[in-house]
Nanobody, 126 residues
Framework: EVQLAESGGGSVQAGGSLRLSCVAS????????MKWFRQAPRKEREEVAA???????TSVAAVKGRFTISKDKAKNTLYLQMTNLKPEDTAMYYC????????????????????WGQGTQVTVSS
């Protein structure tokens, strides 16, 4: 059983920065794929960024150039560096891990991301 714990959320003004962390209970950061998701009130959950075992990253257009996903294998920790935050970034942010099948890309529909953290709230005021 893998446990994930996010931290680093908070309230900031537009243009500010935050760094989210996701600590894993076991070494999953160098296996499979890990992602950050977010869910705003009354909206669908959406993927924000992904990183695979080789360190290849992707991010959605809305955050490209502002958010950076990274990981520290030695610390079993996933990060999301968020800069130039906007009010529309306000949401609960979750990390998720799928440590299985090292060969499938993060975008594979076969990935189920069975492990999730409890979330950390990010609030951006204008």
């Amino acid at each position: 059983e893998v446990q994930l714990a996010e931290s680093g959320g908070g309230s900031v003004q537009a243009g500010g920065s935050l760094r989210l962390s996701c600590v894993a209970s076991s070494n999953v950061t160098d296996r499979g794929c890990m992602k950050w998701f977010r869910q705003a009130p009354r909206k669908e959950r959406e993927e924000v960024a992904a990183i695979n075992s080789d360190g290849w990253t992707t991010s959605v257009a809305a955050v490209k150039g502002r958010f950076t996903i990274s990981k520290d294998k030695a610390k079993n920790t996933l990060y999301l560096q968020m800069t130039n935050l906007k009010p529309e970034d306000t949401a609960m942010y979750y990390c998720a891990a799928d440590p299985y099948d090292p060969w499938a890309p993060c975008s594979s529909p076969l990935r189920t991301f069975p492990y999730w953290g409890q979330g950390t709230q990010v609030t951006v005021s204008s």
